[in-house]
């Protein structure tokens, strides 16, 4: 029983010796004010925002209803507001901005001062457990209010679900990125407070340590890929990404990379490091450092040198390219280079200053200046030597793994994101791949020679090419006989028609569906039911009907692929004719819903045929009240029903005889909407799509209907007849 008990002890001893619980609770004490405070601030704006987007799609319809034109309108710009990540919760870069580094300064400030740190370090805990239990309460209040801003911001979107569309998948995922953010900035600028002895040094080894390291990578990799369009910005290499670090993706506006594994997972191998480098410095601090600008004169250099470092990096930058492209400087330029380094000394010396607040270090510290100008002299050779490893590289095809096709269009479709995800294994794709990138490194050796009146193919292709440990993409060019084939078998590949051959099972948390004309559940309904007859059609015919832009039906399919937000045009045309008559028919629907021209269509003929029955005809009443009814437009289809092949208009006529042919096409018009459409064709009648509008009534929403094909010939005759007087009328006025 005994032994028992000494192991309990022990186990508690040893927990005590890692986190206290005590100093968990102190720490959270003393941030109460500064964490209330910062929550309830950023929890008004997470209300405040949602309610905002509320008034503004209430305002939106009741103004476009009040004018009639709602229908002219995509339904997801109008009927519902789609919440956008992270453009709508920007607001939670507060979080890692501001919130996070003001309370581990806060909570960390007793470093600074000589009492409070002897105070601290008398305690019978390990400084490890210290520094531990501190910073597990700095993290529980940024839980506490990460989270539960998106619990409070969830509720609100929850209520108000009929006006706000928003996915709480991707609301997860940006919250857990924004936390990992966080978590971050918590361990940077711990780690800067154990290694200086100000607030003013604190606050700025934190920038550093958060910033100058990936700034220093940014600046060398923005030199090499912008050298020549052969390499691709921001695919360097997978860690010199600038979207890898979530941090600086927020500051890039790379907003696929909050929902990147290799994003996020790279960020949390570097917060590990920050706090085990945080920890390890604040055990081995003495307290003698509080009040110091650092911990020792090695790292006060260090500093010193990285204040001036980023501005110098134009500087390396401008003789980058001048040594690259065989440039010479002319004077005001190099005036100019000249008195940006005089800038940078002058702040490498005013850090010394300010951090110190002696002169007399200030004086001693001109010895960084020719440190200063070697790091430049270094860092400008590791860009030019980057340079020539990379484009140098050349593989040869047995060498080529497979290929990933890059799309560098911002706005992608769900096909072309798709494609990003295939690895292509074809020895013959690979072979011409192999060739045609090594003619375009002989372009670019002639250019690089000085041969200024070498040409190039049109023909630009962007690829990822695995031949190594890690995938290279390069944008180069393929001759035209190349060119051609290369697409051949892509076309052929079975898995890139496997792709387009099919669409993706509708996820909520990744998709919306938009339709013009029908509502969210007819559009759902309709996308169900392409994606069934999609699968029905022979190889290669869904990627002919997508590829050809020239369509009148459509629905939206918005959806997250391979971290990336894709918008695509879904054509609907008679090659998937059940969808396209389902399509009509919910059209139909929505105009007879939320419309009311059927009405006024039926009000105008009717009050149309008592006038024609009266005795005597009233021939000026009835002229009268049919130039204030409706008037049409009218559209044919092509014969796959794909899109609009004419375009009729038929106007308000004074002609009695052409207004009766005109009500009679109303009344055909009423007709057809008493029963669905379900068939392409009918014969003796003619499928058209309409519109209508009067002076005080328009609508650009579309209706669908069978004419008789006579009915529509004798409007044709008198369309064409009207055209004829037009012209004459003009003529006749103008010349």
Not at 175 to 181: H, K, N, Q, R, Y
Not at 640 to 663: F, G, I, L, M, P
């Amino acid at each position: 029983m005994n032994e028992n008990n000494n192991i309990v002890l022990n186990k508690k001893r040893k927990f005590n010796s890692f986190f206290d619980f005590g100093l968990f609770s102190e720490g959270i004490r003393q941030l109460r004010v500064a964490g209330f405070v910062s929550f309830l601030l950023i929890n008004i704006i997470a209300v405040l925002i949602p309610l905002g987007q509320f008034v503004s799609v209430i305002s939106t319809r009741k103004y476009a209803f009040d004018y009639d034109y709602s229908e002219g309108l995509f339904r997801d710009d109008l009927f519902k507001y789609t919440v956008e990540f992270p453009g709508d919760f920007i607001y939670m870069y507060l979080i890692f901005i501001i919130v996070a580094p003001l309370l581990t300064l806060v909570l960390f400030s007793f470093l600074n001062k000589r009492k409070t740190c002897d105070y601290y370090h008398a305690f019978p805990q390990k400084r490890s457990c210290i520094f531990i239990s501190y910073t597990t309460a700095v993290l529980a209040w940024i839980f506490m209010i990460t989270f539960g801003t998106a619990l409070i911001s969830s509720l609100v979107y929850l209520c108000l679900t009929p006006y706000i569309f928003i996915s709480y998948g991707m609301l997860i995922k940006f919250t857990f990125s924004i936390f990992i953010c966080a978590l971050l900035v918590v361990s940077a600028v711990a780690f800067a407070c154990s290694i200086t002895g100000n607030l003013f040094s604190n606050i700025v080894t934190s920038l550093l340590i958060l910033f100058f390291p990936r700034l220093l990578i940014f600046v060398i990799t923005a030199c090499v890929t912008q050298s020549y369009p052969l390499f691709v910005y921001g695919k360097l290499l997978p860690v010199f990404d600038a979207t890898t670090n979530l941090l600086l993706a927020s500051i890039f506006d790379a907003r696929d990379a909050f929902y990147s594994l290799t994003s996020i997972g790279y960020t949390v191998l570097l917060l590990i490091a920050y706090f085990a480098l945080a920890c390890l410095c604040f055990v081995k601090r003495r307290s003698e450092s509080a009040g110091y600008s650092a911990n020792n004169r090695a790292l006060q250099f260090i500093f010193r040198l990285c204040a001036g470092l980023p501005l110098s990096l134009i500087v390396v930058a401008a003789f980058y390219n001048m040594i690259i492209d065989s440039y010479t400087p002319d004077l005001e330029e190099l005036f100019l280079i000249f008195v940006l380094e005089i800038i940078c000394i002058v702040i490498m010396l005013l850090y010394e200053l300010l951090s110190t607040r002696k002169l007399k270090y200030v004086l001693r510290s001109l010895i960084t200046i020719p440190v200063f100008f070697i790091a430049q002299i270094v860092i400008l050779f590791v860009a030019i030597g980057l340079f020539f490893a990379e484009f140098n590289y050349s593989p040869k095809a047995e060498h080529i793994d497979y290929i990933v096709i890059e799309d560098d269009d911002y706005d992608l479709d769900y096909y072309t994101a798709t494609l990003g995800t295939l690895k292509i294994r074809n020895d013959e794709i690979n072979e011409i791949v192999a060739r045609s990138l090594d003619n375009t490194l002989q372009y670019y050796y002639k250019r690089l020679a000085g041969d200024e009146h070498i040409s190039h193919s049109p023909n630009r292709v962007t690829l990822g090419i695995k031949s190594g440990l890690t995938v290279k993409y390069r944008s180069f060019y393929m001759s035209d006989v190349d060119y051609k084939r290369y697409n051949t078998l892509l076309t052929e590949s079975e898995e890139i028609s496997a792709i387009y051959s099919s669409l993706p099972e509708f996820d909520p948390l990744k998709m919306d569906i938009y339709g013009r004309d029908i509502d969210d559940e007819a559009t759902r309904k309709v996308y169900d039911s392409l994606r069934s007859e999609i699968a029905t059609l022979e190889p290669g015919e869904w990627l002919r009907i997508f590829n050809n832009q020239e369509f009148s039906f459509y629905i939206r399919l918005n959806a997250w692929v391979n971290n990336m937000d894709t918008y695509t045009w879904l054509p609907i045309t008679g090659a998937t004719p059940k969808t396209l008559m389902m399509y009509m028919n919910y059209s139909n629907d929505h105009i007879r819903q939320y419309y009311g021209f059927f009405n006024s269509l039926k009000n105008a003929v009717n009050k149309l045929n008592q006038i024609e029955n009266s005795e005597p005809f009233e021939v000026d009443s009835y002229m009268a009240w049919f130039n204030e009814s409706m008037s049409i437009e009218a559209r044919l289809f092509s014969d796959d029903y794909s899109y609009y092949e004419t375009y009729s208009y038929w106007d308000a006529t004074d002609n009695v005889e052409y207004a009766k042919v005109y009500k009679e096409f109303y009344e055909a018009i009423l007709k057809s909407s008493e029963t669905p459409i379900d068939s392409l064709s009918k014969d003796g009648y003619v499928l058209i799509a309409y519109s209508i509008y009067n002076d005080s009534f328009y609508t650009d929403c579309e209706g669908y209907a069978y004419i008789p094909k006579e009915l529509f010939e004798k409007m044709e005759e008198i369309k064409a007849a009207e055209d004829i007087y037009t012209k004459e009328y003009y003529d006749d006025l103008y010349y």
